[in-house]
């Protein structure tokens, strides 16, 4: 029997290839590991709605958290500061459950891609091992990737959701557990973040840190923090961080 010939993978948008050539070559790495909402796809208005609704129906309405308080962060993180602010008798277990049960469907029913994403993790895939590394659940991960057409491409299972870590972002939990599934150094891992947490957490494990600014809640501090950075996969380059 003749084995069957792996599908080629698809050919980078001209777009594409170079930013991809110019990550590889800058920093050399074991691996690239990549946050998820923010990221990968524009989900944080749907958290930011999401809290707002909660705290509206349970006496508050009009307020919210800021949005740099918001990414990069576990839903027990966002309920435990919602609770301390406005809710001192809430269940800040049922609390998370309850931001989380209504991000998911909203997410799901609204998700976008940040621009050039599915094609650069499919690409990068292909030439370097590649995790995703998210404080969001595994079941809104899950279902994220496969709309995007990355399930197939990504080892989904060894992929870092909240339920993962004891710690969530800005503690570096979660993107030493990333390099440790794919067995490499995580000085030798490339992290892509949008949010102020992520970036800290990624710095904290000693990755090196890619910015995607375009739906970033802090652009000017992601630069800051950054090694470099792109507004989305369609840059033409690495930016130099400011």
């Known amino acids: 029997m003749t084995a069957a010939t792996p599908a080629a993978t698809p050919p980078?948008?001209?777009?594409?290839?170079?930013?991809?050539?110019?990550?590889?070559?800058?920093?050399?790495?074991?691996?690239?590991?990549?946050?998820?909402?923010?990221?990968l796809v524009v989900t944080e208005h749907v958290t930011d709605a999401c809290v707002r609704a909660v705290l509206a129906e349970r006496g508050h309405p009009g307020a919210g958290l800021a949005m740099a308080e918001l990414g990069g962060r576990t839903w027990q993180a966002i309920a435990e500061t919602t609770?301390?602010?406005?809710?001192?008798?809430?269940?800040?277990?049922?609390?998370?459950?309850?931001?989380a049960g209504r991000f998911e469907t909203l997410a799901l029913a609204q998700l976008r891609e940040v621009p050039g994403a599915a094609a650069f993790v499919r690409a990068a895939a292909a030439r370097v091992p590649t995790?995703?590394?998210?404080?969001?659940?595994?079941a809104f991960m899950g279902a994220a990737l496969a709309r995007l057409g990355l399930a197939e491409v990504l080892d989904v299972a060894a992929c870092v959701a909240q339920e993962d870590v004891r710690v969530g972002k800005p503690h570096p939990e979660p993107y030493l557990l990333g390099a440790a599934r794919l067995a490499v150094d995580p000085r030798r891992c490339v992290v892509f973040e949008d949010s102020r947490s992520g970036a800290v957490a990624a710095a904290a494990a000693s990755a090196r840190v890619v910015g995607v600014t375009c739906a970033a809640p802090e652009p000017a501090l992601l630069r800051a923090l950054a090694d470099a950075t792109l507004s989305d996969y369609r840059d033409p380059q690495l930016r130099a961080p400011s």
């Open 131 to 138: 995790l995703v590394v998210t404080s969001s659940t595994r």
């Open 12 to 39: 980078l948008d001209p777009p594409l290839a170079p930013l991809l050539d110019a990550v590889l070559a800058r920093f050399a790495p074991a691996a690239l590991l990549f946050d998820l909402d923010g990221t």
């Open 83 to 99: 609770r301390g602010r406005f809710l001192p008798e809430a269940d800040p277990t049922e609390l998370a459950a309850d931001m």
